[in-house]
């Protein structure tokens, strides 16, 4: 929780003038003395507290525990969590009048697990698809009320300051972090209303915390747990569960809702020979099928089916049309990279082909339950497509590639800090387009995923980069706007009013590499990293929670949104972050690579 603004603590001071111009009395000296000694000694006190609060933590012991630890199983008091401003540090709070009136517009609550060990972009994931599940069975969703951030960019006593500095196995409930230095141990109690905008969210969506959900249930806020993880015995609630194991079992492909039968008719707009062919185009996609681990047959596959059988008459619209009358199911879904699920970005739409009878819908499974709480079990994020389902009905899916893109956004001052930084880098290119990379390192360096060193990483880096003067100027030459349907246009016109970057042009690189060696390399080979741009106007936009590497991390994809050419990993859920809002911000497909 914010306990207070960073301006609450300053003194303020006023001047008394007794008495008209026309009475000019002034009081003795001992008056005076007493009077100013008074004020001083005040002054004093104040100072000393807000010196006191700022710079001289609360030790537990001499192990280097910051303030009272809880126990493993929750954290300390966790208000209801507001979206912060700079200008009165939160938003005003939603009453409970309020919440409950939302709440009541719903047939109940929706719970999740929610891995808050993972990183910011996996758990925002995570609400994007709660927030859809939630919709689809017309309940409200609850979220957690903060998510931990893992680094602070400047010394520990700095944000403990500003934010509640726990010890991350104590509060997750694991050992992983027990060999590391104490330092490396901690982790940063940040309000979810910090991460995304809960205000803006909840004018289309019935969403509220964990914080805000107790306090409904006449029960105290800081029971919520550390893990993440719902808990019917601490919550005082009796859900309902959806097993993990529910989910998405071989066999059964998780869906929206099922869509009825479609049973072709000879007078349909399809061709007589089409129609003659529906039994040999059934047996075809059926013998796919069966070499699919996962049920599901690409959209390619299940069309050159078509070409091959020489089935004419049958248009794209059609074809699905006719795959459903033979028992399939025609399912929209998104494009994942590298042939994996980590990326959970909506931008490039696709479709498979399924067994009707494997198609189970979320509506028909478990929209007829009647209990106040259902609660969905365990990680259902891994190697799942973006909402942990596929769609039976494309508009469904349109309405969350708009909830993604639109709805679930940061705070508005975030992406204005990412405005600026443009500025700067189009000040370093002479006004030029510029490029940008996200070079992970951390943990990727530890699971052998960032390459076998810092130079080579970068190498491939650059070489990416250098691609982009060659891409751009065939979409500025062919002057295309293929960009995803949902998506904004506001940079069309920037890239077509501006120059093409120079290969020997400096580029934004984004990264969470801190050891000084490994940044000075990168400022060598031509990068420019966030702090090499900042000017101290600029941190007055967001404020003091600059200080935390993970809202520092959301103005950087905002920054890598602007940039004309974006390289990114494919293992990582930042790509996934980066290439949604640049959809959002109307950059051309091919001005990102991704591998």
Known sequence: MISRHADDSLPTTSTYVSGST????????????????ALCLTCLVIVGLVFHRVYVPEWKSTTFLWKAQPSSATLGDCRPAPAYTAKHGVTEQWTSVRLQEMIDRTKGFYARDYSLWLGWNNVRYIIEAGVLQAGLLNRTLIIPSFVYARQCEFSLDACAAFLDMVNRGDAIGWDEWRMWPMDKQ?????????????????????????????????????LEQGNGQWSDAVYQARSRPIPNSWWDPPGVIRVDQEQPPFVLN?????????????????????????DQPRGLLEWSAAEDRFHLLNVSGVDDSSAELFLRAAGF????????????????????????????????????????????????????????????LRFA??????????????????????????????ERMRERTSGR??????????????????????????????????????????????????????????????????????TSDPFYIATDERNPWALDYI???????????????????????????????????????RAAYFYGSGMSSVTGGVINLRSVNGWHPRTTTVD
Not at 192 to 218: C, F, P, W
Not at 394 to 419: C, G, N, Q, W
Not at 455 to 462: D, F, G, M
């Open 22 to 37: 026309r009475s000019r009395r002034r009081p003795s000296w001992s008056a005076t003395s007493r009077r100013r000694s």
């Open 186 to 222: 901690m982790g940063w109690k940040i309000p979810i209303g910090m991460m995304i905008d809960l205000n803006h969210l909840r004018k289309t969506h019935a969403v509220v915390t964990v914080a805000e959900y107790l306090e409904l249930q006449s029960l105290t806020a800081d």
């Open 266 to 290: 000879e007078d349909d707009p399809i061709s007589l020979s089409a129609f003659d062919a529906r039994e040999t185009v059934g047996e075809q996609i059926e013998s796919l099928l069966k």
């Open 329 to 388: 199911e025609v399912l929209h879904t998104y494009q994942g990279s590298l042939n994996t699920e980590f990326t959970k970005s909506v931008a490039t739409p696709t479709r498979q082909v399924a067994r009707r009878s494997e198609v189970h819908g979320v509506v028909d499974d478990f929209g007829s339950w009647s209990d106040q709480v259902i609660h969905l079990e365990g990680e259902v994020h891994l190697d799942r497509k973006p909402g942990g």
């Open 393 to 422: 009905d494309p508009s469904r899916m349109r309405e969350f590639t708009h909830t993604v893109l639109y709805d679930v956004r940061t705070l508005p001052k975030i992406e204005a800090l990412a405005v600026r930084i443009d």
């Open 433 to 502: 387009l510029w490029r940008a990379a996200h070079v992970r390192r951390g943990d990727f360096v530890n699971i052998g995923w960032a390459g076998p060193s810092l130079e080579q990483h970068i190498e491939i880096v650059k070489s990416k980069l250098d691609l982009a003067p060659a891409i751009l100027t065939d979409i500025l030459n062919n002057q295309t706007t293929d960009v995803l349907e949902n998506s904004g246009e506001q940079m069309i016109p920037t890239m077509l009013q501006s120059q093409i970057p120079y």
């Open 523 to 561: 400022r060598s080979q031509g990068g420019l990293l966030i702090t090499d741009l900042f000017e101290p106007e600029d941190r007055h936009i967001v404020g003091w929670p600059l200080l935390i590497t993970d809202i520092l991390a959301l103005a950087e994809q905002h920054v890598l949104a």
